[in-house]
């Protein structure tokens, strides 16, 4: 896996269970080729992460106007906060990249329908705010297949290579066939979780944001098609034991572990990263 | 639903929940404007289905040279048995409509790899013996969508209007991705559960071939990319709750209907069939 998204830098007291995310970040970064990645919500969270030694800020910001209480702020506020980070980015670690996560880009459970031309905008604001990339995600797991083409396609023309990862969620059972729809339109870079676990950098408050898109299931898709990922998937499956171990009780998902590999099937020589 | 595979013709010494065929049959031939197709293994289990009153029936051809017991005959011998249930049924029911299900089109749990050339000349040799269509089967969850595409393509191609359906299994995760991608293909009928009981016909010798893809999640799909379906979601999610108390115990699929449909989610005026 060459990048990992380790670690979301909130705030303690309303996340708790990330209150250790440095301690994390310092560990990601001394494994060997692994580009380190941390969800920032903010310029406070920026700069822990930065201070920790992350590789890559992902900054979600909602295309939504009605949004949980953690991403609240109104759209020209959250660019004005994009373009902050990406200063002190600059300012203090200029070999850290920075993404944006437009969210809510295919629909939010609070105003439903999101309108299109608003999350391209807001994709571009955030290019010319200093980020590196712009994203699009379905935390909430609203996206088809057309959808999905259709935003990509625009994201792509107008972002060019500023045009960034494809986030999706299968809440609705769509997760993968989604990741096809964007994959065929040009995209290379998928978020998705081992067993499918997580959802919205841990986020409590965004109702029905479980459910990542399957790793597993994602890279069995991948390496049936040809595609090659760099990404051994006995090892991957194999990598659920301690997952579930440190875990217990959490729902764990992914019909390819389950299943089993096919008969005759053969990963080409691995990539080394 | 405008057509349903709602019974097996299949020895009841082999399969004894299936012993019931004909009266399943005979009710379901009362609903009103439903196609009601049975699963045939061969000529005897044809004549039972003719009888009962089916209006379609289909028939599973493995590509495969190694299958299950029960479809174990070579591929020269079942081609046969496709020309003798035509002819009985060009004499005695000349209405009904007759389908060859390719099945292991996309690799087998026995074989393993199964050359696409094999599928594509026998999915023509039994329109040749007088098939009406012939579709392509995933029963043990081998396809991808890489692969769906280039074969439908050619089946296209071969066949014309006698292409037939697609029928994808989820049990490696890309039942609905493989579902989109013979969409993309040009196919218009696929093949799908409720709740994604089942697997090829309730057949069990074929190790691994449950988790049909599921009709609820499939349907939001199409309905998502404003495909229009003539299925009304709500009621379909409804459905279930017969098919549970029906089968108790049984592992039943689907996110859509765990997670309820999307804020602001209206489906346009259901078609009447």
Same mark, same amino acid.
Do not use: E, W
């Given at each position: 896996m060459r990048e990992i998204e380790v670690a979301s830098f909130v705030p303690a007291k309303l996340l708790?269970?990330?209150?250790?995310a440095a301690d994390v970040v310092r560990h990601a970064?001394?494994?060997?080729g692994l580009t380190v990645m941390a969800l920032v919500p903010n310029r406070k969270g920026a700069q822990a992460a930065l201070e920790a030694g992350v590789h890559k800020l992902t900054m979600p910001v909602s @295309?939504?106007? @009605?949004?949980s209480p953690m991403c609240a702020r109104r759209r020209p506020e959250m660019v004005e906060e994009v373009r902050a980070i990406s200063e002190l980015r600059r300012a203090i670690a200029r070999q850290v990249k920075l993404e944006a996560g437009i969210s809510t880009?295919? !629909?939010?459970?609070?105003?439903g329908l999101v309108p299109e031309d608003d999350v391209i905008r807001l994709a571009a604001q955030c290019i010319e705010a200093g980020v590196d990339e712009s994203g699009l995600s379905d935390t909430v797991g609203y996206a088809n297949p057309a959808q999905v083409r259709r935003l990509f396609k625009r994201l792509r023309a107008e972002l060019g290579v500023h045009a960034g990862a494809a986030h999706m969620h299968n809440t609705r059972g769509l997760g993968i066939a989604n990741c096809l729809a964007a994959w065929d339109e040009g995209v290379r870079t998928f978020d998705a979780s081992l067993g499918g676990c997580g959802g919205c950098g841990g986020?409590?408050?965004?109702? !029905?944001?479980? !459910?990542? @898109?399957v790793t597993e299931d994602l890279v069995f898709m991948f390496e049936a098609m040809g595609?090659?990922?760099?990404?051994?998937i006995q090892k991957l499956i194999a990598a659920r034991a301690p997952l579930m171990a440190g875990l217990p009780g959490e729902p764990v998902y992914g019909m390819t572990p389950e299943a !089993?590999?096919?008969?005759g099937f053969v990963q080409e020589t691995i990539a080394r990263v």
């Open positions: 708790p269970q990330m209150a250790d970064i001394t494994l060997p @295309a939504s106007v @009605a949004h880009a295919f !629909g939010c459970t609070l105003q986020c409590p408050y965004v109702p !029905g944001a479980s !459910g990542n @898109a595609v090659r990922t760099g990404i051994d !089993g590999l096919p008969k």
